[in-house]
């Protein structure tokens, strides 16, 4: 998403004639490719001067990048981020950023439900939100794989959850768009036009822990349902980040972490879980339990 909203701004300045540098993204696995970032970014310098915003750094993977790194290029700069407070390397200019600007305050209560700040003590525990809050936010919906019709051993291998998550989905109007017709009443007019609907599709993500398939029950129920619905490969990242397909993305919530939607299913209710998954959600938080 910060590779997409820097390469706007570099188009903006160059169609006003301002001649400036290109981002680059370079994606890297923190365990196996740490050589590969070192000689890709050295590289890069060419005896120059380097700057690198790093996303989602952690422990000593990221240490000896920085160490070589410094090594090789005198004229470095380098911005990183961690959501856990624990992987800030020694020396470095530390910034802690705990208030909760993203989800309303239902949602932040389930979140902190989460072992990283209850347990581990590796999440820096948030604090005051320090602006209004003007709504609680929309109530959390709870959803339960259990009962007449259930099968599986999780929501994600149920048809019938699919079919409760859906009709959840349709009954918040999502992808609904309704012809307007003008009356006496109306501010403006319309000449019988559509107004585009509330939520679309792309506004909503349904995140898991395990594998899910294609073929699995929640994916069944979904379309069954008439969602428009795909689970996310590693090649769909960047419509995924640019919300560019009106659809309801189905994906691993590790592959995510970065982003958000007003919507936001999650498909387990487990302590270590919500950290990443609930935390998503600007609005309408459903989570689906065992």
């Known amino acids: ?15 006003a004639g301002v001649s400036i540098g290109q981002p680059h993204l370079l994606l890297y696995d923190n365990c ?67 208030r909760p600007l993203r989800s309303p305050p239902a949602v932040v209560r389930e979140v902190e439900q989460d072992l990283s700040f209850t347990m581990d003590r590796t999440v820096k525990p948030y604090s005051e939100r320090a602006v209004p809050d003007h709504t609680d936010g929309p109530p959390v919906t709870r959803l339960y794989h259990r009962g007449q019709g259930h099968s599986g051993r999780l929501p994600g291998d149920c048809v019938t959850c699919g079919r409760d998550v859906a009709s959840f989905l349709h009954s918040l109007r999502v992808g609904v768009t309704e012809n307007v017709t003008t009356t006496a009443t109306t501010v403006t007019s319309t000449n019988g036009g559509t107004t585009p609907p509330c939520l679309q599709w792309r506004d909503v993500l349904v995140l898991y822990w395990d594998d899910i398939s294609d073929d699995s029950g929640m994916m069944k129920g979904l379309k069954e349902a008439g969602i428009p619905v795909q689970v996310m490969k590693d090649d769909d990242i960047d419509d995924v980040a640019t919300a560019r397909s009106d659809v309801v993305w189905v994906t691993s919530l590790f592959s995510v972490c970065g982003l958000e939607r007003k919507v936001v299913v999650c498909l387990e209710d487990l302590g270590l879980v919500r950290f990443y998954s609930m935390s998503r959600c600007t609005s309408q938080l459903v989570i689906v339990s065992p």
């Open 32 to 98: 196996e490719d740490k050589e590969k970032a070192i000689n890709d970014l050295s590289q890069a310098a060419r005896g120059g001067s380097l700057y690198v915003i790093a996303d989602e750094v952690s422990g000593s993977y990221f240490h000896t990048v920085c160490d070589k790194l410094r090594r090789q290029v005198p004229d470095l700069h380098l911005w990183a981020a961690s959501c856990y407070h624990e992987h800030a390397h020694a020396g470095w200019q530390v910034e802690y950023l705990t």
């Open 1 to 15: 998403m910060l590779y997409h909203l820097l390469l706007q701004t570099v188009k903006t300045q160059q169609s």
